[in-house]
T-cell receptor, first 112, second 112 residues
């Protein structure tokens, strides 16, 4: 599976949109982009995933560039409870979950 | 009740002792996983099981063993605990029919 590059940390003001970037320049045509987050030593939690098109659910939006070499996770109105480590993962499917690479991720600090 | 339950949540044990961490799930998933997380780092896969009769080593299996007693239960054992096995341990489950994996709340293990 392709590897990803994320900033180590980011700050966001409460109530503002949090935009978390991820680079995955070696992504293959059949690989999805997955996002998980881990709130303060709890188990990671699934957020969203996508292949080509932009995706939105009740938690976040995922914007994937046309060349698919990068993506952005958007939390539209960040709250203090969104403070967490966010992991961007590229994989062919949940079938390969044993190959999901949870690296260091991006630590998002939402500030009052 | 949580979908994935880990017991114990916290444990302190002495060097050389045998310890078992237990995981049970109510998702009906075939696939289960054990990870460890060290401070400030991502998750590393220890063992995974695709079904009751299929167990596989992950990235860091040395010093660990597992048992898949039933579809719903997957235990991790440290036969002779050592201090560098002090970490946060997570169990997870997945099913290729779903789009996400589910994690337990973690077991904080300290080996003194």
């Amino acid at each position: 599976d392709a590897k990803t590059t994320q900033p180590t940390s980011m700050d966001c003001a409460e109530g503002r949109a949090a935009n978390l970037p991820c680079n995955h320049s070696t992504i293959s045509g059949n690989e999805y982009v997955y996002w998980y987050r881990q709130i303060h030593s709890q188990g990671p939690q699934y957020i969203i995933h996508g292949l080509k098109n932009n995706e939105t659910n009740e938690m976040a939006s995922l914007i994937i560039t046309e060349d698919r070499k990068s993506s952005t996770l958007i939390l539209p109105h960040a709250t203090l409870r969104d403070t967490a480590v966010y992991y961007c993962i590229v994989s062919q499917s949940i079938y390969n979950f044993n190959k999901f690479y949870f690296g260091s991720g991006t630590k998002l600090n939402v500030k009052p | 009740d949580a979908d994935v339950t880990q017991t114990p949540r916290n444990r302190i044990t002495k060097t050389g002792k045998r310890i078992m961490l237990e995981c049970s799930q109510t998702k009906g998933h075939d696939r289960m996983y054990w990870y460890r997380q060290d401070p400030g780092l991502g998750l590393r896969l220890i063992y995974y099981s695709f079904d009751v009769k299929d167990i596989n080593k992950g990235e860091i299996s040395d010093g660990y063993s597992v048992s898949r007693q039933a579809q719903a239960k997957f235990s991790l054992s440290l036969e002779s605990a050592i201090p560098n096995q002090t970490a946060l341990y997570f169990c997870a489950t997945s099913d290729e029919k779903n789009t996400e994996a589910f994690f337990g709340q973690g077991t904080r293990l300290t080996v003194v």
